[in-house]
């Protein structure tokens, strides 16, 4: 059986929108969706795969709420952890030593960011998948961009385009090569030995995930979340019902 931790890492403070985590979106807390979402992979990959789901948080109402949605929360996360100047990878080397101390060594570790909720049915567990039939050493769920993408050139240089401006593709050419493709935050899976090694999410060979359109959303502002929340009523209309009904 192979064996998959899936860190979820979530502050309390939040300077774009304040205790943004825990905000209601779409009938439950930001970090809910994510869980959800993550506790349905872990459903449909058992029993080949055990995903196991922990949050890491430094904020005692996020632990609690992150509980009640069905995720483990073993530990508060230490201040230092916890800072605007922290880095990502610290955090989730902090739950894979936890996780190792606890006896779970996993072939894989997955980073889902929950300012990136918008993921439809199967995602999480298509990228499991994917990521152990693969050679793989690290993933990286990215959205399809259309090429024509510009660069600013230095002073007194010109901008060059990321295509050939003389031979402009009509977008029924573009394939899989011709596209670009956008890092949107919204889960990473890398081997364990990549963080012990490098320090870093990304690393040795890297494979892309490529993620439908409509999971693109990344919240960051007000104009994001209000955005976010249409695109998951629409994605999750049962899930959207059954909140309504549960909070009534």
Known sequence: MSQVLAVIPVRGGSKGIPRKNLRPIAGRPLVAWTIAQALAARNELAPETDLRVIVSTDDEELAEISRQAGAEVPFLRPAELAQDTTATEPVIEHALAWARADGFAPDAVML???TSPLRLP?????????????DAESMVGVIPESPFIW?????GEEPSAEYEVMHRPRRQELTEQTLRYRENGSLYVTAPHIYDELHNRLGGRIRLFVLDEVEGADIDTPVDFATAEAQLRETYPQDETQNRGTHQ
Do not use: K, N, Y
């Not at 660069?151 to 002073?155: E, H, I, L, V």
């Open 122 to 134: 199967g995602t999480i567990a298509r990228a499991v998948r994917e990521f152990l039939d693969s």
């Open 151 to 155: 660069r600013q050139g230095a002073p």
């Open 112 to 114: 889902l960011q929950a």
